[in-house]
């Protein structure tokens, strides 16, 4: 197997803090990536990462650059920061990488969306998948609307088909998340909703996964990491496996 790309992920927060007429501010770096980085690594794969804030200059421009990775995996960053090149910066014509990722997949390559504030169509609907290439390769139907879903009291995955190639020797019980994008599964035969969580009476894709094409894509409606993706979901012996299997599936491997 080539590389992994992952692209986002990575965030910047600036807090200030008022005594009086003064005023101080600071600001910290984090990467929610963390495990399942160490993940991919403790199951021999290889992966490097862009960051969000990077996307917009070191993305793939190319099906040429692209083909340097097995699997792209968009995880917590927008729709913007990869239709933004400093071609259009200056008001000329671009790639649209979108666009480009949905031909990439469909000569066969591999594509994965991990879910977050900024997946999909994102918490408060900035995230702007709804109606791009990029949803019509996907193996779900993103809403136009705002479609994260905080779940406090935790929603617990079932798993619908423990006999696909992702699942392979992962426990059948699966901890709880913490919260998900709301998205629709894909009414055709080549898609197949593999875990689903319920809330109020309804059931939703949790993880599902898609032959597009000569290629594959696959959708994971929770994080990778904190605060979607439970402390015991992290902990738990089989999250390792899980993630890797998600990428050697989309690599043809299993």
């Known amino acids: 197997?080539?590389?992994?790309?992952?692209?986002?992920?990575?965030?910047?927060?600036?807090?200030?803090?008022?005594?009086?007429?003064?005023?101080?501010?600071?600001?910290?770096?984090?990467?929610?990536?963390?495990?399942?980085?160490?993940?991919?690594?403790?199951?021999?794969?290889?992966?490097?990462?862009?960051?969000?804030?990077?996307?917009?200059?070191?993305?793939?421009?190319?099906?040429?650059?692209?083909?340097?990775?097995?699997?792209?995996?968009?995880?917590?960053?927008?729709?913007?920061?990869?239709?933004?090149?400093?071609?259009?910066?200056?008001?000329?014509?671009?790639?649209?990488?979108?666009?480009?990722?949905?031909?990439?997949?469909?000569?066969?390559?591999?594509?994965?969306?991990?879910?977050?504030?900024?997946?999909?169509?994102?918490?408060?609907?900035?995230?702007?998948?709804?109606?791009?290439?990029?949803?019509?390769?996907?193996?779900?139907?993103?809403?136009s609307s705002p479609d994260g879903l905080e779940a406090p009291e935790g929603l617990d995955p079932t798993i619908v088909d423990a006999e696909h190639p992702v699942l392979r020797g992962v426990a059948s019980r699966m901890p709880y998340i913490l919260g998900m994008n709301r998205v629709v599964a894909r009414p055709d035969t080549m898609t197949q909703t593999l875990v689903e969580c319920t809330t109020r009476g309804i059931s939703m894709p949790l993880l599902a996964a898609r032959k597009y094409g000569a290629g594959r894509t696959l959708a994971w409606m929770t994080d990778i990491g904190p605060h979607w993706l439970s402390a015991d979901f992290m902990a738990w012996q089989g999250y390792d496996l899980l993630m890797a299997n998600m990428i050697r599936w989309l690599a043809s491997e299993i």
């Open 1 to 143: 197997m080539k590389q992994v790309l992952l692209a986002g992920e990575t965030f910047h927060v600036t807090s200030f803090a008022s005594k009086g007429l003064e005023v101080g501010a600071s600001s910290r770096y984090s990467n929610g990536a963390t495990r399942f980085i160490q993940a991919l690594a403790n199951q021999n794969i290889d992966l490097i990462q862009i960051g969000g804030e990077r996307c917009e200059d070191e993305f793939p421009k190319s099906l040429e650059a692209l083909s340097a990775y097995s699997v792209v995996v968009l995880s917590d960053v927008g729709a913007l920061s990869l239709l933004y090149t400093s071609e259009t910066r200056a008001g000329q014509r671009s790639i649209n990488r979108l666009e480009l990722l949905r031909l990439w997949v469909e000569r066969g390559g591999a594509l994965m969306m991990a879910g977050g504030y900024t997946s999909f169509q994102g918490m408060d609907g900035s995230a702007m998948f709804h109606g791009t290439p990029v949803e019509e390769c996907l193996p779900v139907l993103i809403h």
